[in-house]
């Protein structure tokens, strides 16, 4: 068995603990053809009542039809490999609201897909529930890093939301990779700045550092060359009201590795990240087609003055 194999079978048995018998409808994009393959060939092992669905490339544009939203509903598991993530789609939300569990797995690679054999995604779970929680209780944090990042971060009575990647329940989503703890600022009540290492826009080969300047819990100022300039025209672009802050999160996953894909960096153990859009993760837990995630490597949080996580490295058991 290859380990792409034994990435597929820990999805479907750890992850997913599909059952004998259940519906599983595999959602793709044709360039993910080949790890809908292999998780297709494992759900079979479990359950011969699973189908595959290719989806044209621009189906975000143009929506679900109707009659796959309803189809959609009718499943027990929905695993999507799809770019953009569905997360925000309302057929994805009325499929998890009729029982489905729904794996969203955004623009995976191979070389990401691979290290699912090694996830354990107990420990994740255990992990992103009791950072999730120190947050909702929490009413500011505080974020430093070697990069030049500092923030400031209000929460109030935000209540906190944990991205575990169990979905042995009824109704329940997650991205894939999982692994990570989020909470909205209260509004308007984060500052500073943020010193981008991924995500963003960013490119690693440009040579001025992307530096969002956050006032007011508003992009305030964006500076640092081409990828400043990249990331001002989409803002442009998507309107005014994109460049709140909408959410904070700390990645607890121990098993991805930091590469500048930021579907997987974010997740890293000890790294932070802010998203900037118009959707609140208080909706529905789910961040918006147009919210923009930018990653800092290996940073320090603290909480109450007590530091959590020290230059990545997390300070709980």
Sequence with gaps: MTKLEKSARAIVNKCLEIKRGESVLILMNESFQDIAQLL????LTKSKNTCMLVLPDNFYKHGIHDSIARFMQSMDVIVALTNPSIASLEARIKANQNGARIASM???????????????????????KKLSDILSISNEVNITSANGTHLDIVIDNHQGYAETGLLNQPGTFSHLPAGMACISPADGKIEGQLVVDSGMEFDRDDSEKLVVHIKDGRAARITGGLS??????????????????IEFGLGVNDAVRINGNPAEDEKALGNIFISLGHNSIDEDNTDSETSLHGIVYKATVEVKGKKIIDRGRLLLD
């Design 40 to 43: 297709f060939s494992e759900c």
């Design 228 to 245: 400043a300039k990249r990331l001002r025209q989409k803002l442009a672009h998507r309107g005014a009201l994109n460049r709140s802050v």
């Design 106 to 128: 955004p623009n995976i690679t191979k070389s990401s897909f691979i290290r699912f054999e090694n996830t354990d995604f107990k420990k994740i779970s255990r992990l992103s």
